[in-house]
């Protein structure tokens, strides 16, 4: 474990400490013919054989910053301005799951095998029942009562910025009841009245307040049920 650490420490340094804007800029412009992705590559090489601090691995960090090089290679070759943030995104997951078959792989460990888990496959369902599925069902069931917007065009709202706190705020729900921290759901639900009153009370649109807390407590409700089921579920299997 102490090794994936280091390895990770190294990868923050050489992809985000010690790499200025200008590195970035360089080769999303000029992409594999920019002598900044290859002193990237080799910074990286070397985090990774210095911070490891063992003479064998030094073959190890070589494979990390070829490997490391394919992966953004990759993406400065197929990401567009709008697809950005989601090979960003992809770039750090290929990276961070590098590091942990490499270290697996130099500890002589087996790659754990997901598909036989039980708790894999339950944990798994829950989480993705709390995303979309949840917030499908939500919009659903509370559309009857959606109120009439009567400033649809000076709507400063990030987009689709309502779903997205609704389905972090499950998975918070789900983390917390599966950690045994049942107080701190009673801090988010208050954290998030906290922020919500200024617009309910600046709005002062009864049925809006009620349409927002009845969505908040359906899915605060849905996140509870679903988090002591997969506990109960677990417990099971112990």
Not at 73 to 81: A, G, T, V, W, Y
């Amino acid at each position: 474990m102490i090794l994936f650490i280091k390895l990770l420490l190294a990868h923050l340094l050489g992809d985000f400490i010690w790499q200025p804007n200008s590195w970035v800029a360089n080769k999303e412009l000029k992409k594999h013919k920019s002598v900044y992705l290859y002193i990237h590559i080799l910074l990286h090489g070397v985090l990774a054989a210095v911070l490891a601090g063992e003479i064998n691995f030094i073959p190890y960090a070589v494979v990390i910053a070829v490997m490391h090089g394919i992966v953004d290679l990759i993406k400065l070759n197929f990401q567009k301005p709008k697809t950005k943030r989601t090979w960003f995104i992809v770039d750090q997951i290929a990276h961070v799951l590098i590091l942990i078959g490499i270290v697996l792989l130099y500890e002589n460990k087996p790659i754990p095998d997901f598909w036989k888990d039980n708790q894999f496959w339950i944990l798994l369902t829950g989480f993705l029942l709390l995303t979309k599925p949840t917030s499908i069902f939500i919009k659903t069931i509370i559309s009857i009562w959606a109120p009439e917007s009567k400033n649809s065009n000076q709507d400063n709202s990030l987009i689709a910025a309502g779903n997205y706190i609704g389905i972090l705020e499950r998975l918070f729900v789900f983390g917390f009841i599966l950690t045994g921290h049942f107080e701190a759901i009673g801090f988010l639900l208050a954290a998030k009245s906290i922020f919500r009153f200024g617009d309910l009370k600046e709005a002062k649109d009864r049925k809006l307040t009620e349409y927002v807390l009845i969505g908040t407590l359906i899915s605060f409700g849905i996140a509870l049920l679903v988090g002591l089921a997969v506990q109960a579920l677990l417990l099971q299997l112990l």
